[in-house]
């Protein structure tokens, strides 16, 4: 698709002068499809009305129509009262066309003008949501329901069967951070960038996922007392374990949230896939059921479809590597912490003390809150009463150890990648977890 740009001085100024008009600035033609406003005068338009004129007539606007499949001009309709430029400028360019192609002009009505866009376009019938948050023009003039703030500043990617789940359980203890909503439909996932129905759904949508206001709300003023501090800041966060592979979730998130800090859990993948197997049996999934850890693993492009699919999205996560770098195609690795999955497992108050500074966030005593249980075999929350209240149960469950064969055909299965693995820890200057050494 090519969407008419105009050119920079277009924006400048208006057609023609409007002195008796109740408008004293006129609104020129958005630039694309962004938000893009510009209202100045007339006299400031560089060139002067021919050069404008000469746009339409032969000029670049002519030669955009005609070189372009698709041409999109939009304008303000609230401010047609003043917008001369459009109402000079379209009858000008499809005169000037008329006369001097073999084009022939229509009005076919809008619906039909999309079918046919879509049909040249089809990957756009999926939207990429940009936010408006992060231009300050945007931000002056966007409606009152619509609160930046509401929004998160951190993205736990996953992937599944690392670790999120205790990671996510274990950050929401902090008293200056709060996570989304429950969701009916993934627990305590949004999944906003990997589900493609939700996605649909638009930002407001996910803002809504989250607590407004986001922060702790602040006590009415009693003037006889001292003014008490503000309350601090909330940081707003979800996990999504989907995140992580989903190959559109990176260009998704980084148009809505270009500043957020991304976390990555990283447990070894033989492990991770083992559980993820688990996991699906579970679940009652009837290729988990039917075919052995083995079978599943080892299973080829020729054989059943669901067993091949299902052998692909147990193993394929564990490509970390590719994942990684595909985020980091949006992302600074500034933005990026990757934290080891045994480490979480093993020390997880060194692991969310790391993960604070990380996010420079004050000191929570992890250490008093996270303690061991030997029944469940994982750190678990201690609570007010002293007990401790642990992962549900398909957190930390129980199956048998993995084969030997299996583990030793997964280690050489994933040894280049994870030699890619490595190299890119290195390139980042990031130590690499322990599994990996
Ligand atoms: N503290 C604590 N308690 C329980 N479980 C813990 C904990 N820390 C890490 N783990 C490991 O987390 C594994 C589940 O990973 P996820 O939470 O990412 O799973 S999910 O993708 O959200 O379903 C889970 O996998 P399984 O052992 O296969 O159940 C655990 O190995």
């Known amino acids: 698709m090519s969407l008419f740009s105009v050119p920079s001085s277009f924006h400048s100024s208006p057609l023609v002068p409007l002195p008796s008009s109740p408008c004293s600035h006129q609104v020129l033609p958005r630039q694309t499809c962004r938000l893009f406003t510009h209202t100045f005068l007339y006299s400031h338009f560089p060139g002067g009305r021919n050069q404008l004129v000469s746009l339409a007539a032969g000029g670049e606007v002519f030669l955009t129509l005609l070189r372009t499949p698709v041409s999109i001009f939009m304008t303000h309709t609230p401010n047609y009262c003043c917008d001369r430029l459009a109402l000079t400028l379209f009858p000008a360019l499809f005169k000037f066309t008329s006369r001097w192609t073999q084009l022939q002009l229509s009005y076919p009505g809008p619906l039909a003008m999309a079918d046919r866009y879509f049909s040249l376009y089809p990957e756009d019938t999926s939207p990429l949501w940009t936010s408006p948050c992060s231009n300050k023009r945007h931000r002056e003039i966007l409606p009152a329901w619509f609160n930046c703030s509401q929004l998160p500043q951190l993205l736990i990617l996953g992937p599944q069967k690392s670790g999120t789940t205790a990671l996510h359980t274990f950050l929401s203890l902090h008293p200056q951070v709060q996570t989304n909503r429950q969701s009916e439909l993934h627990y305590e996932e949004v999944q906003f960038f990997s589900d493609d129905t939700l996605y649909q759904r638009g930002i407001q949508w996910y803002m809504e996922q989250f607590p407004y206001p986001p922060s702790p709300s602040v006590p009415p003023t009693n003037s006889s007392l001292p003014s008490s501090p503000p309350p601090p800041p909330t940081l707003l966060f979800e996990k999504s374990a989907t995140y992580f592979v989903h190959p559109q979730a990176p260009q998704r998130a980084k148009a809505v949230l270009p500043q957020a800090q991304l976390v990555v859990i990283l447990a070894d993948p033989s492990h991770r896939a083992y559980s993820w197997y688990q996991h699906q049996r579970a679940h009652s999934d009837p290729t988990a059921v039917r075919f052995s850890f083995s079978e599943v693993i080892r299973a080829s492009p020729s054989s059943p479809p669901h067993l091949s699919s299902l052998s692909h999205h147990c193993l394929t996560p ?65 609570e007010s009463n002293r007990r401790k209240k642990c992962l549900g149960k398909s957190k930390g469950r129980s199956y048998p150890p993995m084969t030997d064969e299996d583990q030793q055909w997964l280690s050489s299965y994933y040894a280049p990648h994870n030699a890619q693995l490595k190299e890119l820890l290195t390139r980042l200057g990031r130590t690499p977890p322990r599994w990996l050494i």
């Open 318 to 382: 564990g490509h970390y590597h590719q994942h990684i770098s595909h985020w980091l195609e949006y992302y600074d690795h500034s933005q990026l912490l990757l934290i080891d999955g045994d480490e979480l497992v093993e020390r997880p108050a060194a692991v969310m003390d790391q993960l604070l500074e990380f996010l420079r966030l004050p000191f929570h005593p992890f250490q008093n809150i996270l303690q061991y249980d030997s029944r469940k075999g994982f750190y678990c929350v201690v």
